[in-house]
């Protein structure tokens, strides 16, 4: 029997189908190791010993660890079939070592989708584990730690925030940066009017626009009057324009060019799935690749992976899909004419390149056939997927564009249109693309047309608008910040921060987003540059292909960070909160306005910790009276800061509730466990009841039967007290 581990339960279902008999395949869950929080500073990394990493085993995952190592010794063959990734090729490095496996001879392999043919394929063709691509991974989780510990220290202590990590800080200072921007425009904003004429042309109304006064641009005209005469407005010399309208225009050119060709759009990328996904039908990034990934690893009635791996930055379509199913499909469906080339795109700065675009992973699953077994939300998506990458191998559009001038009293206006003369990829992907296509009549020069209505209408110039899922996620591929793999995530740490807000798609900066960068812009400029996390996933992707050595690259981001770190852990001043006015009645000192590590507010003294006086806030009533005791009920907070309804007779009076609609309603109770004359071990001697075996947290117990009237209990293991 041979063991393969991938990383997905619902992957190792799928895969055990295509694998037969002769083969075991078990899930490692995600990771089995991470680094530890022990050591100096908590790292778990021993930097004076070359960054030498202290591994450990979370412990939820020992017992899978255990279950893998039996299974191992057991097996003939180990194969490693973890994710086509840097984590991936990590987790297999990581498996190899705790499961006593050689690294240099255990068998790695990897599945670019889940279908038979790939799979069995990619077995039979093994390599081993990429060591360098491990190393890359390493300084990368190494670096994020120091970063993401050294920042949090930092955070909590001088100003009262929670945490900081390398790339969620740099994805940060974009949104708070834009929205400064907002926030500052409105004193630089600038007014100007648009005016268009409708013209009847046969049975149909087009619009024209004004675009030359004179001669000249009407941009231009505006732009020289109000410099050179400062008393008329805008809206003045557009009424003024309004009013020179003839009630005829006459055409005084017609030009057109046929045979324009648009090309489609290249395949999906992970960072362009998240985008359009949001765009057409509102998805999260962390929806979206929540569904691609149910998507790649086949959980459907087929159990087959219905797409290809989802975390790219990768355009490319294999010749085999494109040649043995994209041709073939186009050819049956459309005819000969609507297939197009193999296109190639420029790689990008940054792009690894190592996977196909996103694609389906058969052309005969179409959408309809695949939306009968999948959710609807999943079936939009791979929609989507599919038309995006069948229209990328098809033939461009080509249309007829035409466009018409019209003049009277001085004033040019200009009438554009275009007519589809072959649709192309359009057949398979027109409902994804906006169709504001205008088809004009056959128009001759010496025409004239009435205008049957004019309109000026007043704009101001605008600020660019506040980032959403969507276009944040392109700001940072453009500036190297993260990799596919990181891009959800990195806006879902944000909001569970409350760095920022996501109101219907938008990311607004809050108070204490802003707070955090504009501390670490003070101390840590390096961090939320826009270039410093771009410049570190090119020393990861060079460690990746043996261009740069690990220790090298530790050592250099190590020093430069640390010395920022030693530097604003001398200047930095703790913040002291915002003073109420009051004075401590302790010490006599101002009393603060502070927020704890959990982010609550609370009133405090400004001498702590030599005062540790913390004002009592007055509770909030409910407005309700205890159904217990009639005492008023309050809001209260819980540890973890959720709020509930609480007693304010407390501790008198325990009653609580969850929520005012809970209040009054009877509770549920749990039935009394019943106990057999065979569980009693011997009588209660504090009340006479039976004693029997019980289990707590950490131990087993004998416990009164009578509880919680009786709370007598003996401790079973031999050192416990026996109370």
């Known amino acids: 029997m041979k063991l393969v581990i991938v990383e997905s339960?619902?992957?190792?279902?799928?895969?055990?189908?295509?694998?037969?008999?002769?083969?075991?395949?078990?899930?490692?869950?995600?990771?089995?190791?991470?680094?530890?929080t022990s050591g100096k500073g908590g790292l778990g990394i021993v930097v004076e010993e070359d960054f030498r990493p202290l591994w450990t085993i979370p412990t939820k995952k020992r017992k899978l660890v255990a279950l893998l190592s039996n299974e191992a010794k057991k097996s003939e063959e180990v194969i490693l079939a973890t994710d086509p990734d840097r984590e991936g090729e990590a987790i297999s490095w990581h498996l190899a070592e705790v499961l006593n496996l050689?690294?240099?001879?255990?068998?790695?392999?990897?599945?670019?989708?889940?279908?038979?043919?790939v799979v069995?394929?990619?077995?039979?063709?093994?390599?081993?584990?990429?060591?360098?691509?491990?190393?890359?991974?390493?300084?990368?989780?190494?670096?994020?730690?120091?970063?993401?510990?050294?920042?949090?220290?930092?955070?909590?202590?001088?100003?009262?925030?929670?945490?900081?990590?390398?790339?969620?800080?740099?994805?940060?200072?974009?949104?708070?940066?834009?929205?400064?921007?907002?926030?500052?425009?409105?004193?630089?904003?600038?007014?100007?009017?648009?005016i268009d004429v409708a013209i009847k042309i046969g049975n149909r109304t087009y619009r024209a626009?004004?675009?030359?006064?004179?001669?000249?641009?009407?941009?231009?005209?505006?732009?020289?009057?109000?410099?050179?005469?400062?008393?008329?407005?805008?809206?003045q010399y557009a009424d003024a324009l309004l009013a020179r309208i003839p009630q005829e225009l006459t055409v005084t050119n017609v030009t057109g060019t046929k045979g324009v060709k648009t090309y489609p759009a290249f395949p999906f990328t992970t960072s362009t799935m998240q985008q359009l996904a949001y765009s057409k039908f509102g998805f999260s990034n962390a929806k979206t690749q929540s569904l691609a990934q149910r998507l790649f690893e086949g959980n459907n009635a087929e159990h087959i992976g219905l797409i290809t791996y989802l975390r790219t930055d990768s355009t490319r379509i294999s010749p085999h899909f494109y040649e043995k199913h994209a041709v073939p499909y186009i050819k049956e469906r459309f005819g000969d004419n609507y297939v197009g080339v193999l296109r190639a795109s420029k790689k990008t700065e940054g792009e690894q390149?190592?996977?196909?675009?996103?694609?389906?992973?058969?052309?005969?699953r179409t959408p309809e056939v695949v939306a009968k077994y999948v959710t609807p939300d999943e079936a939009k998506l791979y929609r989507l997927i599919y038309c995006r990458a069948l229209a990328s191998t098809m033939a461009p559009k080509v249309s007829d564009s035409s466009r018409i001038i019209l003049e009277g009293n001085g004033l040019e206006f200009v009438l554009t249109g275009s007519k589809t003369v072959f649709p192309g990829f359009m057949a398979i992907y027109g409902e994804f693309e906006d169709d504001d296509e205008v088809s004009l009549p056959d128009i001759q020069e010496g025409e004239t047309f009435p205008v049957d209505s004019k309109k000026g209408e007043q704009k101001f110039t605008k600020a660019n608008p506040p980032y959403n899922e969507a276009s944040i996620v392109k700001t940072m591929e453009e500036n190297g910040i993260g990799r596919p793999s990181t891009y959800a995530t990195t806006v879902e740490t944000l909001i569970k921060r409350k760095y920022i807000s996501a109101k219907r798609g938008v990311l607004t900066p809050t108070?204490?987003?802003?707070?955090?960068?504009?501390?670490?812009?003070?101390?840590?400029?390096?961090?939320?540059?826009?270039?410093?996390?771009?410049?570190?996933?090119?020393?990861?992707?060079?460690?990746?292909?043996?261009?740069?050595?690990?220790?090298?690259?530790?050592?250099?981001?190590?020093?430069?960070?640390?010395?920022?770190?030693?530097?604003?852990?001398?200047?930095?001043?703790?913040?002291?909160?915002?003073?109420?006015?009051?004075?401590?009645?302790?010490?006599?000192k101002p009393l603060v306005r502070k927020r704890n590590k959990q982010g609550?507010?609370?009133?405090?003294?400004?001498?702590?910790?030599?005062?540790?006086?913390?004002?009592?806030?007055?509770?909030?009533?409910?407005?309700?009276?205890?159904?217990?005791?009639?005492?008023?009920?309050?809001?209260?907070k819980?540890?973890?800061?959720?709020?509930?309804?609480?007693?304010?007779?407390?501790?008198?009076?325990?009653?609580?509730?969850?929520?005012?609609?809970?209040?009054?309603?009877?509770?549920?109770?749990?039935?009394?466990?019943?106990?057999?004359?065979?569980?009693?071990?011997?009588?209660?001697?504090?009340?006479?009841?039976?004693?029997?075996?019980?289990?707590?947290?950490?131990a087993e117990f004998l416990g009164c039967t009578n509880y919680p009237k009786c709370h007598y209990h003996e401790w079973l293991n031999q050192k416990g007290k026996k109370k």
């Open 209 to 235: 626009a004004l675009t030359k006064v004179d001669g000249e641009p009407i941009a231009k005209k505006i732009d020289e009057l109000n410099k050179n005469a400062t008393n008329i407005s805008s809206k």
């Open 353 to 364: 390149g190592a996977h196909e675009a996103i694609r389906p992973t058969g052309t005969h």
């Open 638 to 698: 819980s540890k973890k800061g959720s709020t509930f309804i609480g007693c304010s007779n407390f501790p008198k009076c325990k009653y609580t509730a969850s929520s005012i609609k809970d209040v009054g309603a009877e509770k549920e109770v749990a039935p009394k466990k019943e106990y057999s004359k065979l569980d009693i071990v011997k009588p209660c001697p504090k009340c006479g009841g039976s004693l029997v075996v019980k289990k707590g947290k950490r």
């Open 600 to 636: 609550f507010e609370f009133t405090g003294c400004s001498g702590w910790p030599e005062c540790k006086y913390i004002k009592k806030e007055p509770a909030k009533k409910v407005g309700m009276d205890c159904p217990d005791c009639g005492a008023p009920l309050i809001f209260k």
């Open 102 to 117: 050689p690294v240099d001879k255990t068998k790695r392999v990897t599945f670019e989708e889940i279908t038979r043919d």
């Open 9 to 36: 339960p619902t992957k190792s279902e799928v895969i055990s189908r295509f694998l037969g008999k002769d083969y075991k395949v078990i899930a490692s869950e995600g990771h089995i190791r991470d680094l530890s």
């Open 511 to 588: 108070e204490t987003g802003k707070k955090c960068i504009s501390f670490l812009e003070s101390y840590f400029p390096d961090v939320v540059d826009l270039t410093y996390t771009a410049d570190m996933e090119d020393k990861l992707d060079k460690i990746a292909d043996s261009e740069l050595g690990f220790l090298a690259a530790m050592t250099d981001f190590y020093e430069k960070f640390n010395a920022s770190y030693e530097a604003a852990k001398a200047k930095a001043e703790r913040e002291n909160g915002e003073l109420t006015g009051e004075l401590c009645p302790e010490c006599g």
């Open 120 to 194: 069995l394929e990619s077995v039979n063709n093994p390599r081993t584990i990429d060591v360098e691509l491990v190393h890359a991974q390493e300084a990368r989780r190494m670096e994020d730690r120091i970063v993401g510990f050294k920042l949090s220290t930092l955070l909590q202590r001088k100003i009262g925030l929670k945490s900081a990590g390398r790339v969620q800080s740099a994805a940060l200072r974009l949104i708070v940066d834009r929205q400064e921007e907002i926030d500052n425009y409105e004193s630089k904003k600038q007014e100007y009017w648009t």
